[in-house]
C-alpha cells in the first residue's frame, strides 16, 4: 500500500510545521501522549479519558469537516479517507467492519493502536482518541453528536481495539 500522506506531506521551513494539503500536523512519539494520558488520569481519574476523547473529538469532526469543504469529499469518501489515513499516520491498522448510515451504525477495527501498545495493560480501554476522533467524524458524517464506545481494547488483553456506535 502506497502512503499518499507521506507522499502529500510536506515541510514549511517559515513557520516550521508540517503540512498535508494545508492541514498542520505533528509527529509526536505515543509514549509522551501515555505519559500525559496517565498523569492526567492521575489528578483527574475517569475525567481525564473524557478529556481525551474530545481532543480527539476535535481533530476528527475539524478534519471531516475541511475534508468535506475543501477536497469536496462525500461522506463515504471522508469515512474511507479516515480509515486510510489511519494506519498512514502511525495510529494503527484499521478495518471498517461495519458502516450503515440508514441505522447510522458504525463499527471499526484498530490493530496495533500506538496508544494501546505504549499504554501498557490496563483494566479498561485506553484509546480514547482514536475513539473520540471517530466520534468526531461520524457525528459531521450523520449530522448529530455522536459517540463511539470502545468496546475492545489490546491494552486489556484483547487481540485488538474495537470502537462500535450501534
Not at 514549511?12 to 501515555?34: A, C, D, M, Q, T
Amino acid at each position: 500500500m502506497e502512503n499518499m500522506i507521506l507522499k502529500d506531506l510536506y515541510f514549511n521551513s517559515e513557520k516550521g510545521g508540517l503540512f498535508y494539503k494545508e492541514v498542520r500536523y505533528l509527529l509526536i512519539r505515543p509514549e509522551v501522549l501515555i505519559t500525559f494520558q496517565k498523569e492526567t488520569e492521575k489528578e483527574l481519574g475517569d475525567k481525564a479519558g473524557h478529556i481525551l476523547f474530545l481532543s480527539g473529538f476535535q481533530g476528527g469532526s475539524l478534519s471531516s469537516k475541511k475534508y468535506r469543504e475543501v477536497f469536496h469529499l462525500s461522506d463515504e469518501d471522508i469515512l474511507q479517507f479516515m480509515i486510510e489515513m489511519g494506519p498512514q499516520i502511525g495510529w494503527g491498522r484499521f478495518e471498517l467492519e461495519r458502516f450503515d448510515p440508514k441505522s447510522q451504525s458504525l463499527s471499526v477495527k484498530v490493530y496495533h493502536s500506538p496508544f494501546a501498545e505504549a499504554y501498557g495493560v490496563s483494566i479498561k480501554p485506553v484509546c480514547h482518541f482514536i475513539c473520540g476522533v471517530l466520534s468526531g467524524m461520524v457525528s459531521v458524517i450523520f449530522g448529530k453528536e455522536s459517540e463511539l464506545n470502545e468496546t475492545l481494547c489490546f491494552a486489556k488483553g484483547d487481540s485488538f481495539c474495537k470502537f462500535e456506535l450501534v
